[in-house]
């Protein structure tokens, strides 16, 4: 299946589906809109803080590492200036 069929596919599906949506609730076109700005609303707020957490997971874990090889390098060198003395 290639990129444009796909995208026919989900227009159409969409389609179908605003269509659908607006014959079982009753809602006018001008609501279901609204409706639709709404939940897209609160699903992009929701991905948002799903990614800043994955971000922030990454970030300390990167963090971590950081410290952890500062910490070998600082005792290694302790080693080296111990036995130079």
Same mark, same amino acid.
């Given at each position: ?11 159409? #599906?969409?389609?179908? &589906? @605003?269509?659908?949506? $607006? ?5 006018? *076109? %001008? #609501?279901?809109?609204? &409706? @639709?700005?709404?939940? $897209? ?5 929701? *991905? %948002? ?37």
């Amino acid at each position: 299946m290639n990129i444009e069929n796909k995208a026919d596919s989900v227009a159409a #599906q969409s389609a179908y &589906l @605003a269509n659908g949506s $607006l014959a079982v609730f009753g809602l006018t *076109f %001008n #609501q279901a809109i609204g &409706l @639709a700005g709404l939940v $897209l609303g609160i699903a992009t707020f929701a *991905f %948002n803080v799903w990614m800043q957490k994955r971000r922030d997971e990454r970030e300390t874990e990167l963090h971590l590492k950081r410290m952890e090889q500062a910490s070998r390098d600082d005792s290694s060198s302790s080693d080296s200036n111990s036995c130079q003395n």
